[in-house]
């Protein structure tokens, strides 16, 4: 099955609910737009002070369950798709609280939401980062042991309920309108500033998905479970075909927007636990491949700047 196909997705979803968290971030505001155009009730939970464009609902989260399941009471939800994450690549003590409330509490409560509503799928989205040296579950960072805290969680709801549930491990992502501060938009920063680039000595592997190939992955995914045709409780990895060492990544990106980029190699150090070869962790997720070279995205992010 091609579950892009226009007209078989909107016959999946037609009279469907998805709710979606993460909504207002760059993969969510992505995600939501293309599911518009199926025509299913969306829910985005959010922040009280997020604000969304699309013709949404929305659920203002506070911290508490009831204010997750309150809203949505009496309604039937189909699927959920879980993209909420606090990020952060060395925390501060002072972070340990926020970091574990967005991904292992509020997790929790989207879980807990998921028995009580008895919601038929559920996707969640990993990190690669839980899988330092590629030897098993060996996490990066406080970041990735939360996320990997929440999937153990998640395991414990795989058992007390009918949910199928599907964790998608994702790579790193880019497009048009991304303000986060990833190597690639850091990179392309310095080009529009004319500013020397400072980075490590770069011979990390980095692996960058295209925003609309991502979407393509959690549209697939839908569709899949949907007709069955994954198995339950299963994980798949999501990841495009170009792989590249940071400092080889900094001159192609130089190259494809037809300018020079002076660098300063090993002006940062490496960081602790520094990944510096990409492996996805799991096969990656049936009937999907990224279709957005390096070069191809480049020149999308340029056309809409």
């Known amino acids: 099955m091609t579950t892009t196909n226009s007209n078989m997705l909107s016959g999946i979803l037609k009279n469907k609910t998805i709710l979606v968290t993460g909504a207002t971030g760059f993969i969510g505001r992505n995600l939501l737009k293309r599911l518009s155009e199926y025509g299913p009730s969306i829910i985005a939970v959010t922040h009280s002070n997020d604000s969304i464009s699309l013709p949404v609902e929305k659920i203002c989260y506070d911290g508490s369950y009831q204010s997750l399941f309150a809203p949505v009471a009496e309604r039937k939800i189909d699927f959920v798709v879980h993209l909420a994450t606090q990020f952060l690549t060395n925390h501060k003590p002072e972070q340990i609280s926020a970091l574990i409330d967005a991904n292992v509490k509020f997790g929790t409560h989207l879980l807990e939401l998921t028995r009580q509503k008895q919601i038929p799928y559920f996707i969640n989205t990993s990190t690669y980062a839980e899988y330092y040296q590629h030897d098993g579950y060996n996490p990066q960072n406080l970041y990735a042991a939360t996320k990997y805290s929440f999937e153990a969680i998640l395991k414990y709801y795989e058992g007390v309920t009918k949910t199928r549930y599907i964790t998608l491990e994702l790579t790193d992502t880019y497009g048009p309108g991304d303000s986060r501060p990833k190597f690639i938009n850091l990179v392309l920063d310095a080009i529009m500033k004319k500013e020397v680039f400072k980075m490590s000595l770069g011979e990390q592997e980095i692996c960058y998905l295209y925003i609309d190939d991502a979407v393509n992955a959690f549209i697939t995914c839908i569709g899949l479970m949907a ?62 491949n990224s279709k957005i070279t390096l070069k191809e995205g480049l020149d999308l992010i340029t056309a809409k700047a």
């Open 227 to 288: 007709e069955n045709a994954i198995s339950a409780n299963d994980h798949f990895s999501v990841y495009a075909d170009e792989v590249y060492k940071l400092k080889n990544l900094v001159a192609l990106v130089a190259k494809y927007m037809n300018t020079h980029l002076e660098t300063n190699a090993g002006f940062y150090p490496y960081r602790d636990r520094e990944i510096m070869s990409f492996q996805p962790s799991f096969p990656k997720l049936p009937d999907w």
